[in-house]
């Protein structure tokens, strides 16, 4: 069972303003929109694990606890609804659960969130408590980079997450976007104190001995109080409509009076993008349209205005000539969303810059290129071949690796792969156990530049683990990789997330293919002093600016030379 909850403001009761989520859930068409982009953003995430599709229902579904003088404002039908006051007096139906691990969720009505909900249901799952507050925390959304300064403002470091994030928070002072209560606690704990401060209830909780957390999770949140959060959830909603660009929907304008069309071109009302047009509006010769917008019942658009990417409110006359762009134009009296600052609707905060694509971030190729298509068929026939010739050996090499020091065959690190995504690479252990875990302490002697670390006599390094890896033969495992999609065998250098952070001004270069056993920069660097890391950039950025199967070849024949030449120089 999911709860909407919308409380009283009094900021608003206090300044006279008339609540703008009042007011847009009670024009037409414009609730039906808003509701729509609450919905919109709802699906954008998707419920898994202990948060199934019983408990996290959408908006248009859920029910709505609304002010007293609010239910009298809105429209019969959708959304359910329930006053303050049969919600205190308990004339209202106990929540629908289904199954001991079922959520009663309350969600703040005052904003529209956007989750991701496949990291919520992980955070759930491990969360020792009955109570859980969550906010969405836009910082925490992926191919973000994140800067930590010092109390001075010094930088001192800076990473980028490749996956949407949870973390814990502290536990907020207001009400969070959504609260996750366990059936029993809602009825004997939460609910009595669901319209008062949040702050009561967490005392309340404590008091009875009920857990509470509270986690931020990974998502974009729009404050529908605000003039911005109206448009952003409009936008949502008139993109969830799919209408096409320069139409407008038949059965919104079948009853509007829109202006004659029957004139010149040039003196006809020009509509562009989606434009939902509401009941009896006016749109008058020489006006245009820009969508996203809304016209909503009895609107009037003046002779040559222009409407740009705003809501029009129910009977508000847009004036000949004038312009009105990334607005919500209300009749006077009705707020003072007139007299703030214009606010562009296709701006940083919109709910398609929430969820950013990695496609935007990396290189890409169309999908029948050689490098999404031919490349991977090659590295699955490469790595089947080579795993099935030297199978024979693996039986040699894993009890030669076992003889030479205590621990086990195969080493495994987590290594960032295409798009950042973390995967196992794998290799025969060449180290004795525990090696990573002093690279810290060896740090002053290594002997090339950048982030990673090597040294010529490394006392780490085993005397099978030193022929192995001067013959590439630690590195066969690899190809079960390749199998699985995880590496190719060309590419960039697989690296791990630590050194990936100290490189952002090429790191999305390199992480646009997947990375590779063999690859220019192995083939090509010289080793000499303080050029390695200047090297490695340069030749993974050029393989991945140069990719080719001719380039790939290349880069095989070279490999399987020093590959040769390595083995014959151990005899």
């Known amino acids: 069972m999911r709860w909407i909850v919308v409380r009283e403001q009094q900021d608003h009761v206090a300044s006279g303003r008339t609540s703008l989520l009042r007011y847009a859930l009670s024009a037409s068409p414009l609730g039906g929109v808003v509701l729509e982009g609450m919905e919109h953003l709802w699906r954008r995430g998707r419920t898994v694990g202990d948060l199934g599709a019983t408990d996290w229902v959408n908006p248009r579904d859920s029910q709505w606890v609304l002010p007293d003088a609010w239910c009298g404002d809105l429209p019969e039908g ?13 004339a209202v139906q106990r929540p629908d659960v289904r199954g001991n ?19 919520l249901a992980h955070m759930v799952t491990t969360a020792d408590a009955e109570v859980i507050a969550v906010n969405a925390a836009c910082d925490l959304l992926a191919y973000r980079e994140r800067v930590r300064l010092t109390g001075d403002n010094e930088l001192v470091g800076f990473r980028r997450l490749f996956a949407n994030g949870a973390s814990r928070a502290p536990m907020p002072v207001c009400w969070p976007h959504h609260l996750l209560v366990r059936p029993q606690v809602f009825e004997a704990v939460v609910r009595p104190n669901l319209l008062g401060p949040f702050g009561v209830l967490v005392d309340e909780c404590r008091t009875r001995g009920v857990k509470v957390q509270a986690v931020d999770v990974a998502g974009s949140v729009f404050d529908l109080e605000s003039e911005e959060g109206i448009l952003a959830a409009c936008e949502a909603g008139l993109d969830s409509r799919h209408v096409a660009c320069g139409s407008r929907p038949r059965e919104e304008t079948a009853h509007g009076a829109v202006g004659r069309e029957d004139g010149p071109a040039r003196d006809r009302p020009r509509f562009i993008g989606p434009v939902l047009v509401g009941k009896e509006v006016v749109v008058e010769p020489g006006a245009v349209i820009v969508g996203p917008a809304v016209l909503c019942d009895g609107s009037v658009v003046g002779r040559d205005a222009v409407v740009d990417s705003s809501i029009v409110g129910p009977h508000v006359c847009v004036d000949p000539s004038r312009v009105v762009r990334g607005r919500l134009a209300m009749a006077p009296g009705q707020g003072d969303a007139e007299g703030q600052v214009e606010w562009r609707w296709k701006g940083g905060d919109s709910c398609t810059q929430g969820w950013p694509s990695p496609e935007s971030a990396f290189r890409s190729w169309t999908r029948l290129s050689y490098v999404r298509c031919f490349k991977r068929v090659v590295d699955v026939l490469a790595a089947i071949i080579v795993l099935v010739l030297f199978a024979p050996v693996f039986p040699v090499i894993a009890l030669a690796v076992r003889m030479s020091s205590p621990g086990s065959v195969f080493f495994r690190d987590k290594r960032q792969g295409f798009h950042g995504r973390l995967f196992d690479c794998i290799k025969f252990r060449t180290m004795r156990q525990g090696a990573d875990k002093i690279q ?10 950048g982030p990673q670390f090597k040294m010529a006599d490394d006392p780490r390094i085993t005397t099978v683990g030193r022929f192995l890896r001067e013959t590439y033969l630690d590195e066969i495992p690899q190809f079960f990789n390749v199998l699985c999609g995880q590496m190719s065998v060309v590419g960039p250098r697989p690296s791990p997330e630590s050194e990936n952070t100290l490189c952002p001004s090429w790191r999305d270069a390199r992480l646009s293919v997947r990375p590779g056993i063999t690859g220019l920069w192995q083939v090509r660097r010289t080793r000499a002093e303080h050029k390695d890391f200047q090297e490695w950039i340069q030749y993974d950025t050029q393989y991945v600016r140069d990719l080719s199967p001719g380039l790939d070849l290349w880069i095989c024949w070279r490999t399987f030379r020093r590959m040769v030449e390595n083995f014959v120089n151990q005899f």
Do not use: N, Q, Y
């Not at 009505?109 to 496949?118: K, M, Y």
């Not at 810290?440 to 530049?449: G, M, N, P, T």
């Open 440 to 449: 810290d302490k060896l740090r002053f002697v290594c002997e090339v530049d």
């Open 101 to 119: 691990g079922s959520w009663v969720i309350v969600t703040e009505g005052r904003f529209a969130s956007c989750l991701d909900h496949e990291v």
């Open 78 to 90: 959708r959304p359910s609804r329930v006053s303050h006051e049969e919600f205190r007096s308990g």
